[in-house]
Every structure is written in C-alpha cells, then in structure tokens.
C-alpha cells in the first residue's frame, strides 16, 4: 500500500536554528498537509497545499513558517528560526481529492533545546 | 469553546466488549474522519464519513448530520484495538482538519 514518507524521524536542534522536515507524499494525492501535535495535546493544523500553493493556513503557521513542493515529489516544512514551543510532532498528510481519505506520514519528533 | 468534542476521554474495557466513543460538534462539516493513533504517535484513518454508516472489520461508524453527533464501534474488541481514537471534522469551505482530543481506549485481555 503506497505511504506518505517522512524524514527525519527525530530531530533535536538549537533554538534559534532552523530546520527543515521533509515528506514524501503519495505519488497521485494532490492535496498536502502539516499537522502538528504538542505532546499530550490535539492535533492542530498549520497548513494545506494544493496546485503548487498555500491554500489554506492556521494561525499557527506565522511567518517563522513556510512550505515548499520543490520538485514535484518532496514537500518540505521549513522553521526558521526554532522557539521551544515549536517542539511537537510534525505529521504529513495527503490525499488525491478533498472527499477522499487522508494518508499521513509517520511523523517528525522534533525537539527544540 | 471546543469545535469537536469526545468521549470519554479514557475508556477501559474487557475483551470481547462491545465499545462505542462518541464525537459531536458544532461546526457545519463536509465530512467527519475517524483516525487511530498507535503509542508510537503513528495516525491510520478508520472511516470518512458525510452520512450514513460505514463498516470495516469489526469497526462501525455513524453519522447523524442534523444532531451533528458521530459514533465509532468496535465490536468483539481485542487487545490489539488498545489506541487513541480521534474524530476530526472538514468544515464546509475548509481545507483543514478540526481535530478532537481523543479517546484513550485500552482492551485488557
């Protein structure tokens, strides 16, 4: 069965750094998602992508944020510069059209010390 | 206010119980998705729902759209079903998932 991949699985980094999570979704979906989820909290929406731009995004997803499809197949998250609250795992998700279901990748534990 | 609401929160069971978790809310939705969550934070989707019933396996979900109230059933549970089970809502004009706080089950043998 075709998988949404995510890279890395865990990162630790400095605050103030940035870093960039990536997902590999599945080859036909043309919708694209970041969720994150704070531990012990509700999974909270950052943004979506479709047609090779932002359609819609959360309150969340601030100018410290911003995606990217770079080639067609990769669809990055890119924190610029990492505050402590940023620590959460990040999920990938797609899906071919919006009434269908949704895959997600298996997240990206990121640790901001 | 919480958009999406569950319960319980926690559920404890014997195997072989028949289990229901409920989710209501209170935005107008396009579609309603039951989603687990295993301990290692990993999300599968169960069910996408607009109306009706759906059934998979031992899973059952329904959907009353107009008392806007969602359940998910596990019948003959086992241990294997012990996971978080989300409901999350698409809003009429959304892209976005609104996701509910979920329902910690675990199936003792």
């Known amino acids: 069965e075709p998988e949404v991949t995510q890279t890395p699985s865990h990162q630790v980094t400095q605050m103030g750094q940035e870093v960039i999570l990536r997902c590999v979704p599945i080859?036909?979906?043309?919708?694209f998602y970041w969720y994150r989820q704070i531990l012990g909290q509700k999974v909270e929406f950052l943004v979506s992508f479709y047609n090779n731009e932002i359609s819609e995004k959360s309150e969340i997803f601030d100018d410290q944020f911003s995606v990217e499809r770079p080639d067609g197949s990769n669809f990055t998250l890119k924190i610029r510069s990492t505050k402590l609250e940023d620590s959460a795992m990040y999920f990938c998700?797609?899906?071919?059209?919006?009434?269908?279901?949704?895959?997600f990748g298996s997240g990206t534990r990121l640790t901001v010390v | 206010k919480n958009e999406v609401e569950q319960s319980p929160q926690n559920l404890t069971a014997q195997e072989g119980e028949f289990i229901t978790i409920n989710c209501s809310y209170s935005v107008g939705i396009s579609a309603l998705h039951w989603l687990q969550q295993h301990p290692g934070g990993g999300i599968v989707s169960l069910f996408m729902?607009?109306?009706?019933?759906k059934k998979h396996g031992r899973l059952i979900a329904t959907i009353n759209i107009q008392e806007k109230h969602s359940s998910l059933h596990i019948t003959a549970s086992h241990p294997r079903d012990s996971a978080v089970y989300i409901c999350a809502v698409r809003g009429d004009s959304n892209y976005q998932l609104i996701w509910g706080a979920g329902t910690k089950l675990i199936i003792k043998p």
């Open positions: 998700a797609s899906n071919k059209e919006l009434a269908y279901g949704y895959t």
């Open positions: 080859s036909n979906h043309l919708y």
């Open positions: 729902l607009s109306s009706g019933k």
